[in-house]
């Protein structure tokens, strides 16, 4: 349990340094901004099982430090920020038990999935907050949906990509051994 706790304060490190560093975890690309860090999710679900899930918690913490450190006001709210990628970590390890050992068109489908269920759970978060609360957003809520979607395409892309590249890695991470004192010298 130690391995697995050390290798979650590692991707908790990988999270916070690519959400609070600018440009290093959300490229910027005029009036969209593409993050990977929910790629973080996928490899840590693939490595330390249900563990793995935590790791939406942690990138919902950096998007709220991130935005009171950088002014980003809209996930200033841990219900806009935190709840959503809580939540993303949860769905993404079950769609990885669900479908099972990786193979290629497993990994595409976990790729595409998950920046898509990241704007849609962020999204509609945002949206119910708005309902109680304004959030003063200078758009209407027809252009925000307009440009957020947008950013979805973007993301959708990317990472599908990048996890694709990654699926050898993926491979390697779903057939190591459980964490057990015999074979600890694996890891």
């Not at 998007?63 to 959503?84: E, H």
């Not at 390890?93 to 759970?121: C, E, Q, R, S």
Request: charge should be positive.
């Amino acid at each position: 349990m130690v391995r697995k706790i050390t290798y979650l304060s590692i991707y908790f490190a990988i999270v916070l340094l690519l959400s609070l560093v600018p440009n290093l975890g959300y490229i910027s690309l005029g009036d969209i901004s593409i993050t990977f860090v929910p790629i973080i999710i996928i490899i840590g679900c693939y490595h330390l099982e249900k563990l793995g899930a935590s790791i939406g918690f942690m990138i919902g913490l950096g998007s709220f430090i991130a935005a009171l450190v950088f002014g980003r006001i809209l996930f200033v709210f841990p219900d806009i920020s935190i709840i959503p990628r809580l939540l993303l970590g949860i769905i993404v390890y079950l769609i990885i038990k669900v479908l099972g050992k990786p193979k290629l068109w497993k990994t595409a489908i976990i790729g595409m999935t998950t920046p898509l269920l990241n704007t849609f759970l962020v999204s509609a978060f945002i949206l119910v907050h708005n309902e109680i609360s304004d959030l003063n957003i200078g758009l209407t809520v027809k252009g925000w949906l307009t440009l957020i979607w947008i950013n979805a395409i973007a993301e959708f892309i990317f990472i599908t990509i990048i996890t694709l590249l990654l699926h050898p890695f993926l491979v390697y991470l779903y057939n190591q051994k459980p964490f057990t004192s015999k074979n600890y010298l694996m890891y």
